[in-house]
């Protein structure tokens, strides 16, 4: 069962950041505009962001079993639909009902993985599913370079995988063949999930959904409009960044989207991951808040090498964005959930809705760069990684974050 679960993070993260890479090959396959290739990511995190909460319920009413299979189904359908018919307003749709299904999954494997692996093993087995998880955003990429330029210049002629492909791809469309791989992943992971015993899940405090006056209850706060403001403004400036990655250097140094700019999108995810790593050892060190400060500030100054600088300088800033990027997911969150001390599983459910910020950034950065050019519609990144380096100064949790100076014993004067 941690296996399963360890691969269903797999295969969200595979499907979620893919559309980076995808933009440039939808602008000219489709012939549309930036701000039309924004509504792909948009339909997928909007549906995110709407789904969070009734997920939620969905899993207390069904159970983690039938919603892991109802809506791996519903993503198979989301992907099969735009393999076999690959037109722009079918891939709009397609990814609406990937990124709702992506939703309800991540909603029914956190109360899963702490149950099956054990609450003794919980912590251990959550790093490993983002270190996963981090490796299929870096994978994908990688895979979809493989699988265009191959289809695309007819080589591997032995690799049967491709002899299937280039008699399903339409010619002119080899991206379309992700879609293809998209439907086989969930077909491998729906055989195990409907023989699979689940266990019983006992839903903690932070877990359960909670009863819907909670919600309102909870919205009426201050604090926690700021704080699922904050997460808007994180998965905003992540997904801002990743969507238009390779667009901006083919647009601007001319790199070739199939390679350099997959490339690049690949170790963007990369580099948030080795970026997770480090940050966990600050954290020991460090407040939460002044961690945050920095690794804002990191952001601040990379994103403008990558918007002002020359190819290479470009080409590496993109990249270390996604390091500075890293801490700010789980910083966010946690001095959420330390600064209200009751209702933690509604107000994980609200701050979960704040994921849409990666449906409503991109989207504004592509209307922008329609109006003004791309640069300047990625310059509305700096509005995005501003308000998540101000969380570091406003934020006042009950409880601060244990750091190896806060376990010292503390030196007692002679009175």
Known sequence: MVVLVIATFFVISFLTNILGPLIPDIISSFHVSLTAAALLPFSFFIAYGILSVPAGFLVEWWGEK???????????????????????????????????????????????????????HFAFNAAFAQLVFGL????????????????????????????????LVPSGLPWVSMYWIFAGVIIVMLLPLSAARFPKVARTAEEQAGAVGTYGY????????????????????????????????????????????????????????????????????????????????GAITTLTVALFGRGT????????????????????????????????GPLTGILCAGIMGGAIVPLIIGGLGDAFGLRTGMMSLYLTFGWVLCVSFWAKPLVANETIRSKLPQHQGAA
């Open 66 to 120: 039938r919603v892991m299979l109802a809506f791996f189904g519903i993503a198979f359908a989301g992907a099969l639909v735009v393999a076999l018919f690959p037109v722009y307003h079918v891939a709009i749709a397609s990814l609406f009902l990937i990124g709702g299904s992506m939703a309800a999954l991540q909603v029914a494997v956190n109360p899963l993985l702490r149950v099956a692996g054990g609450e003794e």
């Open 136 to 167: 299929a955003s870096f994978v994908s990429p990688q895979l979809y370079s493989y699988m265009v330029l191959h289809l695309t210049d007819g080589s591997g002629a032995k690799n049967v995988l491709l002899l299937i492909l280039r008699r």
């Open 218 to 297: 909870l919205l009426k706060k201050p604090k926690v409009l700021l704080f699922f403001l904050s997460v808007f403004m994180y998965v905003g400036s992540e997904q801002g960044t990743a969507d238009w990655i390779s667009q901006f250097l083919v647009q601007y140094h001319g790199y070739d989207p199939h390679t350099s700019g997959a490339t690049a999108v690949a170790w963007f995810w990369g580099l948030l991951t080795a970026g997770c790593a480090a940050g966990m050892l600050l954290l020991k060190l460090f407040d939460s808040r002044k961690v945050l400060l920095g690794f804002s500030l």
């Open 313 to 344: 300088a470009a080409g590496l800033a993109f990249p270390l964005l996604g390091f500075f990027a890293s801490v700010m997911w789980p910083i966010i969150i946690s001095l959420a959930l330390n600064s209200v001390a009751e209702h933690h």
